[in-house]
């Protein structure tokens, strides 16, 4: 690959075209972000808040501009870019506000005179993003790891080269200098190699396992601080005893925001048996009301898929689902003529191997399955190699929230769709990953702890 294709996927006109980076721009880019490093780090974290401060402004300012750019280049409704634009300035916001705090030196009692542990940032990190919000993605990252004086090279995925690049310009329009965040236009076996490079000092990578996998192998062997975040098929679980319309009315975004693209949607549907009929009635009727059209237009709840390649993963992983005796409920899926777009498919019934069980399916298919009691509706949500997050739904949150805890997942909610949070470590089990973002959990993940005992001379 020799170029970055943008590519409108409501339209399947092309939007432009960027070539990759040379070994030369590379080296460039890494030397400046070195450089950077040992002048960012020395600053006071007054400093640095007041120029994350200044990107929360920008961010509210260009909010309309900045979302359109995003539905342009992957499809999501207008309104969905917006609150994603929302989220990023929420995000500097918040580590704006306490950053300092997170990062503040902590005394302990000890022999000596004086003993604790500060903070120090590791360096210049590796950030390898995906497509699916492609500011929020890196922004997650980029904010709590630069507020602790460290510097970020971002490898976003290809086909959002102008997301990427704006990003770029938006830190140094808000007056970062300019090796503190740089955006890389390379291909992911060029992103892969560098973390073997002595420069750079740690990876983040949100994306699929495989490549998860080889991440950290290399970053293994070279002995490099890295966090992974690789995507889930997170459970939706409604217990008997739960309000059955309003589960059913939250089920729709929770599977379907962002065309079903994203890591934290609700992508297995578990309904204890003696509620089914009726949560699955609302269910259908909620779906068959969803706008589907043009993301340009504030009423439109679904776009199209980012790119045929995925509409064609998914497309395959419910034709092999059918194969296996998948009964259907709501039949959608790729029309001819719609560029990219795939309508809602709900099925029941469903092999408890089949893909859209056992593998992650980023896109609007919603499998809908039954249990019988509490323990096996745990067993069938554990029943997977991720481990991200889960839903529970019941009147009575105790008895939620003590089944929440048997089950495998990184986070959890009771009586509401999933979200990622500032305020809250994010991260998964299992295959979903390992480590941490956000919080002061996910900030101290790339610094490093130093510690200290000073005795009198």
Known sequence: MENMESVNPATGSFNCKFGLCSQEDIDRKIERSRSEFDEWKNKRASERVFSIRSLEALLREKNQELAELIT???????????????????????????????????????????????????????????????FWEAFRFAIPAIAGGNTVITKSAGNVPMCALEIEN???????????????????????????RCEINGVAFTGSIPVGQKVSEAAGKYMKKFVLELGGSDPFIVMKDADIERAAKAAVPARFQNCGQSCLSSK??????????????????????????????????????????????????VKRTLKMGANVLVEGGAKEGDVFYYMPTVLNDINKDAPVLKEETLGPVAPIVTFKDEDEAIKIANNTDFGLGCCIWNRETEKAMRMARRIHVGFFTVNNIMSSDPRLPFGGMKKSG????????????????KSMKVYEG
């Open 170 to 196: 938006l830190f140094i329009e808000a007056g970062f200098p300019d090796g503190v965040y740089q955006a890389l236009h390379v291909d992911g076996p060029t992103a892969s190699s560098l973390i073997s």
């Open 268 to 317: 297995r549907f578990l309904i204890d048996e003696s509620v089914a009929d009726e949560f699955t009635e609302f269910f259908i009727r909620y779906t068959n009301e969803l706008k589907i059209g043009d993301p340009m237009d504030p009423k439109t709840d679904l776009g199209p898929m980012v790119n045929q390649e995925q509409r064609d993963i998914l497309e395959d992983q």
């Open 72 to 134: 342009k280049e992957m499809g999501k409704p207008i309104t969905e870019s917006i609150a994603e634009i929302e989220k990023c300035a929420w995000l500097c916001d918040y580590f704006a506000s306490n950053a300092e705090i997170f990062i503040a030196s902590e005394f302990v009692e000890t022999d000596a005179e004086t003993s604790g542990f500060v903070y120090e940032p590791a360096g210049v990190i590796l950030s390898i993003t995906p497509w699916n919000y492609p």
């Open 434 to 449: 390992v480590g941490r973002e956000l919080h002061r959990i996910g900030m101290l993940e790339f610094m490093n702890a």
